[in-house]
Nanobody
Framework: EVQFVESGGGWVQAGGSLRLSCAVSGFSFERHSVSWIRQAPGKEREAVSC????????VYDDSVKGRFTISSDNAKNTVFLQMNGLKPEDTAVYYC?????????????WGQGTQVTVSS
């Protein structure tokens, strides 16, 4: 059974930081790329960042470059998203998703999401 356990969301003032965690099980972590996708109220989902399954550079949306950092702990099957310099426009539900494909080519599994709220 595929399971995602997301945590780390919450409320923070603009300029603050949060660290999201996504612990996965039920599939081969090493063979999947893992992404963070967010959805703000009334807006479409947008991919924030992706870490590839094999050696390669992480991918970031322009809106978060320089502020967010994605990383993984393969021993714990966990992906993290360190978010610094948060802005009110970062407010959204953040989802963790995994794919057998390379970054940017769809998702096979989704987490339940964690709310991030940034106040001005």
């Amino acid at each position: 059974e595929v399971q995602f356990v997301e945590s780390g969301g919450g409320w923070v003032q603009a300029g603050g930081s949060l660290r999201l965690s996504c612990a996965v099980s039920g599939f081969s972590f090493e063979r999947h790329s893992v992404s963070w996708i967010r959805q703000a109220p009334g807006k479409e989902r947008e991919a924030v960042s992706c870490i590839p399954s094999e050696d390669g550079s992480a991918v970031y949306d322009d809106s978060v470059k320089g502020r967010f950092t994605i990383s993984s702990d393969n021993a714990k099957n966990t992906v993290f998203l360190q978010m610094n310099g948060l802005k009110p426009e970062d407010t959204a539900v953040y989802y963790c998703a995994a794919s057998k494909n390379i970054c940017g080519y769809g998702y096979d599994y989704w987490g339940q999401g964690t709310q991030v709220t940034v106040s001005s």
